[in-house]
């Protein structure tokens, strides 16, 4: 009997959705069955990559600048091409997943940027996955605002006042489970990608912006290269020119760090900047020198400052960098959630916000994150002080900085050490993140600041780190297993006396357990979300 031809679609797999033959057409379909054929395979060799570099770290216990890519730092002429006009002024942006009150907020925000992010601060929930693309979907088409059953209306602002949207696929990592391909599952990646590219591009280029994208979890110029050649196959499938797609690089890897210029070449004809961000960065340091003793042990993640002088290298590096080759360098987050009760805690928050926005400006940056539309005023302040008229200040080239492997790497000229309370802290921060992340919720307001998975990537991770390195807290305690059990078991009594009646309707027990179990199981998980993933419900609310 002859083998069947492969399917020329995607399969799905999945609960249905309301309105989601509007995403999963047969267009659409087709589209990721082609990318992932054409992609896939490269992508599990790049992920193969990334394990032998990290045992190569282990081995050595450093990491340099590539020599077989000196050419491309030494040479002085090229540049990223010049930014669409769309994206020409970054000063303010917002981010958050793509539901649809989100939708309307960020649009509305007066922030320049939002990032529609199926990544960090969305949990890959099928509907959350659907339904986020239907959301933006109807943004463009200007059929989204909505009333809610309490009665308050969502609706968008005239189209000049909206943001432009950037759009943040999840990383090469993460599959999605509900679409396969010759019986194996798409990349996450190419599925947010692929169908956002399909649905809206044509669109977006009538409003006079376009394609935009932001790439998570880099590693290495070759992954870069990877999404350049996805980025011009896509351009080809519809027809639409070369450098339509514009994409600005997350460096938040340590390897990333070394490899900021070679990423910026490989996407030269797409590149429009990078971003410094904090809590991914720390963790991809853990991660990869976590064999590497008490040099890389990292104190308390509040302790970690951008003003520490490893972070500090790293985003001015960033910055020159980047103007260096024509692009535009984007600062990290103020993840404040202003509190509508206590005006004092907003006060003081706003002033670490202001301070922190004031040295981006005045660092070189040409724009910076933000979590929470109230944020937005505060942020653009410090940017206009600097900036003025001007979109960029891309002319400042920063040729005074001069960054060096050890620079990058000095996580021991930190002072600060880990104390029980920063123990505690990521304890409680881990447990309560997962639990909303199991139930579909990927932003998490915590402790007043807003949350995503890189927090409790960060959390897991110096919890394996303390424990892994012997740490000695404050209190004369040695970070084990047995004492982040104790601290573990005493958060899941706070939250069930907190929570009450709602406790039994959470996750909590298995949160409890998933932080447990990857931040003490001998062997690192290379990523949270991947085990998480697995206990996911579709429909669960």
């Not at 077989?68 to 917002?94: G, K, M, N, Q, Y």
């Not at 925000?109 to 890959?124: H, I, K, N, Q, Y």
């Not at 390897?255 to 070679?262: S, V």
Request: glycine content about 6%; proline content about 6%.
């Amino acid at each position: 009997m002859p083998t069947p031809a492969p399917s020329p679609l995607a399969v799905v797999d999945a609960p249905r959705l309301d309105r989601q033959e509007e995403v999963l057409t047969e267009e659409a379909l087709a589209f990721l069955a082609a990318l992932h054929r054409r992609f896939t395979p490269r992508r599990d060799e790049l992920l193969a990559r990334r394990a032998e570099r990290r045992a190569g770290i282990a081995r050595t216990g450093g990491l340099d600048f590539l020599p077989e890519t000196a050419h491309i730092r030494d040479d002085p002429d090229w540049r990223v091409a010049p930014a669409p006009p769309a994206l020409e002024d970054r000063r303010v942006e917002i981010t958050g997943p793509a539901d649809r009150k989100m939708t309307v907020n960020a649009l509305n925000s007066g922030a320049r940027v939002w990032l529609a992010d199926f990544e960090d601060a969305s949990s890959p929930t099928w509907e959350n996955v659907v339904h986020g693309q239907l959301n933006l979907m109807d943004a463009y088409a200007r059929r989204i605002d909505f009333t809610t059953p309490e009665g308050k209306p969502y609706a968008l602002r005239p189209a000049a006042e909206l943001a432009t949207v950037v759009m943040r696929p999840r990383g090469w990592h993460l599959d999605e489970r509900h679409l396969t391909v010759d019986g194996r599952p798409v990349p996450g990646a190419l599925v947010d990608f692929g169908l956002y590219f399909l649905h809206n591009a044509r669109r977006l280029l009538e409003l006079g912006k376009g394609p935009y994208f932001y790439l998570p979890k880099t590693e290495s110029h070759l992954e870069a290269r990877l999404w350049n050649d996805v980025f011009v196959f896509a351009q080809e499938h519809l027809g639409l020119p070369h450098g339509t797609v514009r994409a600005t690089v997350l460096i938040e890897t340590i390897t990333a760090a070394f490899e900021m210029e070679e990423i910026l070449y490989e996407l030269r004809d797409h590149a429009s900047g990078l971003n410094a961000g904090r809590w991914d960065y720390l963790f991809s340091l853990v991660k990869n020198f976590r064999d590497a003793g008490e040099r890389f042990v990292l104190p308390d993640r509040n302790a970690v400052t951008m003003t520490a002088p490893f972070m500090r290298a790293y985003t001015e590096l960033l910055v020159r960098t980047c103007h260096k080759r024509g692009a535009h360098a984007i600062g990290g987050m103020a993840a404040f959630i202003p509190s509508r009760r206590d005006p004092e805690v907003n006060r003081t928050a706003f002033e670490k916000v202001r301070a922190d926005k004031d040295r981006e400006a005045r660092d070189g940056f040409d724009g910076s994150w933000v979590a929470h539309p109230d944020l937005v005023p505060l942020a653009r302040a410090s940017f206009d002080a600097v900036l003025g008229d001007r979109p960029h200040q891309k002319d400042r080239l920063r040729e005074d900085v001069r960054v060096t492997a050890g620079q990058l790497l000095a996580v021991d000229s930190l002072e600060a050490r880990p104390t029980r309370a920063g123990l505690v802290n990521a304890v409680q921060v881990g447990i309560r993140y997962i639990e909303a992340w199991l139930r579909g919720l990927g932003a998490v307001a915590i402790f007043n600041l807003m949350e995503d998975a890189a927090t409790a990537e960060i959390s897991r991770s110096q919890i394996w780190q303390w424990i892994n390195a012997g740490v000695v807290l404050e209190t004369g305690e040695k970070v084990t297993a047995e004492l982040v059990r104790r601290i573990a078991d005493e958060e899941l009594a706070a939250v069930r006396e907190e929570t009450g009646a709602a406790f039994a309707g959470g996750r909590w027990q298995e949160a409890h357990d998933l932080l447990l179990r990857v931040a003490l199981d001998e062997d690192f998980a290379e990523f949270l979300t991947v085990p998480a993933y697995d206990r996911l419900r579709d429909g669960y609310r």
